[in-house]
T-cell receptor
Framework: EAQVTQNPRYLITVTGKKLTVTCSQN?????MSWYRQDPGLGLRQIYY???????DKGDVPEGYKVSRKEKRNFPLILESPSPNQTSLYFC????????????FGSGTQLSVL | GIQVEQSPPDLILQEGANSTLRCNFS?????LQWFHQNPWGQLINLFY???GTKQNGRLSATTVATERYSLLYISSSQTTDSGVYFC?????????FGQGTELSVKP
């Protein structure tokens, strides 16, 4: 089944403790991206990747890192999480460098205490 | 950056009614998509439609790129259509989402 898989589904952590949210897709898509969704602010793009070893900042990249070493994986790294990073995070992928339908993972609800 | 406005922000319909959702954007784009977020939070892609018209069952969408707007039509609405509808626009890999239209379909 074609899908975008995020893990974990829920995560509670404390300020300053490094964490990684994993994202994997099995559709051989070139394009992958990360978003956060907050009440009243909607969905905002954090980072995107047009292909392996190519990443770019979205609208809200501060406090986040990403890497794209393999086509299928695009992990989101919070090296020193803070409470303002408490949010619902979504990973997504599409083919042809974002020129096709975007498919989303199921989301990761992160709480930073 | 590109600004995206969706209207109306909220909509309540009786089952079987039709509706039109609008997405206005402030600059030229080569990527425009419509999504439905269901009450469980899942985001489903409805259309990739940077220009032209597409139909999928009871849903159809039209984008007039030269006038910088897109419309999503829902016909014969069902309770399962409830949720939030987002449009997203962009160029290259950047994607900007509108604030969404929250639709509630009553039986």
């Amino acid at each position: 089944e074609a899908q975008v898989t995020q893990n974990p589904r829920y995560l509670i952590t404390v300020t300053g403790k490094k964490l990684t949210v994993t994202c994997s897709q099995n559709m051989n898509h070139e394009y992958m991206s990360w978003y956060r969704q907050d009440p009243g602010l909607g969905l905002r793009q954090i980072y995107y990747s047009m292909n392996v070893e190519v990443t770019d900042k979205g609208d809200v990249p501060e406090g986040y890192k990403v890497s794209r070493k393999e086509k299928r994986n695009f992990p989101l790294i919070l090296e020193s999480p803070s409470p303002n990073q408490t949010s619902l995070y979504f990973c997504a992928s599409s083919g042809q460098g974002a020129g096709e339908k975007l498919f989303f993972g199921s989301g990761t609800q992160l709480s930073v205490l | 950056g590109i600004q995206v406005e969706q209207s109306p922000p909220d909509l309540i319909l009786q089952e079987g009614a039709n509706s039109t959702l609008r997405c206005n954007f402030s600059d030229s784009v080569n990527n425009l998509q419509w999504f439905h977020q269901n009450p469980w939070g899942q985001l489903i892609n409805l259309f990739y439609i940077p220009s032209g018209t597409k139909q999928n069952g009871r849903l159809s969408a039209t984008t007039v790129a030269t006038e910088r707007y897109s419309l999503l039509y829902i016909s014969s609405s069902q309770t399962t259509d409830s949720g939030v509808y987002f449009c997203a626009v962009g160029r290259g890999g950047k994607l900007i989402f509108g604030q969404g239209t929250e639709l509630s379909v009553k039986p």
